[in-house]
Every structure is written in structure tokens, then in C-alpha cells.
């Protein structure tokens, strides 16, 4: 390229931010507004901001760790003690998540030992399939039946009347 270039065909690109000419000597409103905002409004807001995540920061708090007391059984629970009986359904179905996401979490370790498998799965996978069949099993004995709106009451009377069908079954044996 030659030393002199032509600066008439290569221009410089315009800024963006025009250059602003000040040509009174009356002070700008929107100066005043704007620093009266940033100290009445901003700063107040901006400090409590600042001291509320340096505290959130000290006290961490993982929500998916949560631990929850166990609470009685709707069994355990007296005539009348309404909210133990709350306490006791909202256990049942924290209760009743776990025990879907584990029967999940067997069945997806299941379907991921096919995959890798292949045509070998049936000899291969025999212990994941046995653990997702007692899984299932238990599942079913416990939370079969109820349906979606299944509640505490009704599969703990589920569990009465199958343990009162065991018995029978076991004194019928004798």
C-alpha cells in the first residue's frame, strides 16, 4: 500500500453518540432529576440490595436439600388433632414422591442397561430388571389403587385390609 493514503475515499465512520454543544448557560433539569433520583431512590435501594445478598451469601440455603421432620403416622395422629392430620398427609405424599422417583430412577437404570447391552440384556441385566420388578412390586402394594387423589386415610386403610388378608391367609395355612 502507498504511504499516502487518500483519507477522502476511506472517511471515518461517524460516532454514534453526537457531541453535545452547550450553548446557554441555564443548567440542564435532567441533571438535577437524575442525581436527586440516584440519592432518594437508587443508592437507598442499591445499599439494602448489597446487604441482603452479602447476607444470603453467609447463610446459604440449598431448597433441594431440604430435611423435613418425620412427623407421626395418621395412625399415631389423636381424635380431633387436625393438624396432625395435615402433618401426616403432607409426609404421606413427600413420602409417596420419593417413591416414585426411585421406582423412576430404577426403571431409566433399567432402560440404560438395555441400551448399552444390546442384544445380550436378558442375561446381562437380570439384576436390574429383578430390582425394578421389587421395586414395582412394593410400589403397587403400597400406593396401587388409590388413584391420582389417593390421601393418607385411604392407604392406610389399604394397608389394614391387606394385612388382615395376610393373617386370614396364614390361620387358614395352620
Known amino acids: 500500500m502507498p504511504e499516502d493514503r487518500d483519507w477522502e475515499a476511506y472517511k471515518v465512520p461517524p460516532t454514534r453518540t453526537p457531541v453535545s454543544e452547550r450553548t446557554t448557560s441555564v443548567p440542564n433539569p435532567v441533571d438535577y432529576f437524575q442525581t436527586a433520583f440516584n ?41 380431633g388433632d387436625y393438624l396432625c392430620y395435615y402433618e401426616a398427609e403432607a409426609q404421606w405424599r413427600r413420602d409417596r414422591m420419593v417413591d416414585q422417583e426411585i421406582v423412576e430412577i430404577v426403571r431409566e437404570r433399567m432402560a440404560a442397561c438395555k441400551q448399552r447391552e444390546g442384544p445380550n440384556q436378558f442375561q ?18 403400597r400406593y396401587g389403587d388409590l388413584g391420582y387423589h389417593g390421601n393418607a386415610r385411604t392407604c392406610l386403610m ?11 391367609a396364614a390361620q387358614e395355612n395352620q
Request: charged share 35%; glycine share 2%; net charge positive.
Open 39 to 79: 440519592y432518594v431512590l437508587d443508592a437507598p435501594v442499591t445499599f439494602i440490595r448489597g446487604w441482603i445478598e452479602r447476607w444470603q451469601n453467609k447463610n446459604k440455603f440449598y431448597y433441594y436439600h431440604q430435611k423435613f421432620r418425620r412427623v407421626p403416622d395418621l395412625s399415631q395422629c389423636l381424635e
Open 124 to 141: 446381562n441385566c437380570a439384576k436390574e430388571v429383578e430390582l425394578l420388578a421389587q421395586v414395582t412390586k412394593a410400589y403397587q402394594d
Open 158 to 168: 389399604k394397608q389394614k385390609h391387606r394385612m388382615m388378608e395376610e393373617r386370614k
